[in-house]
């Protein structure tokens, strides 16, 4: 999700913010046919004190009005916030569509994500709602617009379940927009379609956008190279069957996004 956020200093002991707006990334994996249209995503449209927040705590709540019908209660989300510090915050989704959670951090934004040397990792759910993990490393070239590497991939529900190791892989990615979204696409990865945020120069949120297969994560720079180049680490986590549950997003959804100064992602069930 995406969206800014402004201070109105409305009332004590909890001060209101305001969304001014923003955008987001919603899929279900198929299990109840949710998802947000792609390549647009959801529109985050302007709220009056949508976040409500006790100073003295850190805890309050986040309303998202959205132009999906089909996400949270009419296309409206209700999220609970935990603020540990200004820069960061625990969130849970606070409404009687779905559980989630996740966090939500503050943005430096980026025009573009530079050329150079990257490692991932990313874990989510194939279309059998099965765990998948996956791991490699890539290349950003051509002034930020293809990508090329090799991962290793765990998939739970494939055959055999055997780990595979050093697959090749090719494709594009474009540049963050004014939210600092953007997209990575290659038919070589068993998640075809990832969408990306920006939180900042060292991180970047993910999302799997196939409409069969979820997953969500993050990307953290490593220590520079000789090259000066930066490398970067994207994960997801999901949970194998253990009493009832097939995987930790069975049956339910991830987003993804970014408000005004902040990124954040949730994932859960339905």
């Known amino acids: ?22 955008e987001q990334d919603y899929n279900d994996a198929d299990f109840v046919g949710i998802q947000s249209p792609e390549p647009s995503g959801d529109i985050i449209l302007p709220g009056s004190g949508a976040l409500v927040v006790d100073p003295a705590t850190g805890q309050g709540t986040l309303t998202l009005t959205t132009n999906n019908p089909n996400v949270g209660e009419g296309g409206y989300e209700t999220l ?6 200004l820069n960061h915050a625990l969130i849970v989704q606070f409404d009687g569509s779905a559980t989630s959670s996740g966090s939500m951090d503050l943005q430096t934004l980026s ?17 059998g709602y099965a765990s998948l993990v996956l791991g490699g490393v890539f290349s950003i070239s051509s002034g930020g617009t293809a990508v090329s590497g090799t991962f290793d991939l765990d998939d739970f529900g494939a055959t055999g379940s ?6 090749p892989f090719t494709g594009t990615i474009t540049g963050p927009d004014a939210f600092g979204r953007g997209t990575i696409t290659s038919a070589d990865l068993p998640a075809n379609a990832l969408n990306y945020y920006v939180v900042g120069p060292e991180a970047i949120r993910i999302i799997d956008v196939d409409p069969s297969d979820s997953g969500v994560g993050s990307a953290f720079g490593q220590a520079r190279v000789p090259s000066a180049m930066h490398r970067w680490k994207i994960h997801i986590r999901c949970r194998e069957q253990r009493g009832g549950w097939k995987s930790l997003c069975r049956g339910g959804h991830v987003c993804h996004g970014f408000h005004g100064r902040h990124v954040h992602w949730l994932r859960g069930r339905q």
């Open 80 to 85: 609970a916030v935990q603020f540990v510090n």
């Open 162 to 167: 055997t780990p595979t190791l050093g697959t």
């Open 1 to 22: 999700m995406a969206r800014f956020l402004r201070s109105r200093g409305i009332g004590n002991p909890r001060r209101r913010w305001n969304v001014l707006g923003g």
């Open 111 to 127: 025009s573009a994500l530079n050329d150079g040397n990257y490692a991932f990792t990313l874990t989510g759910e194939d279309p």
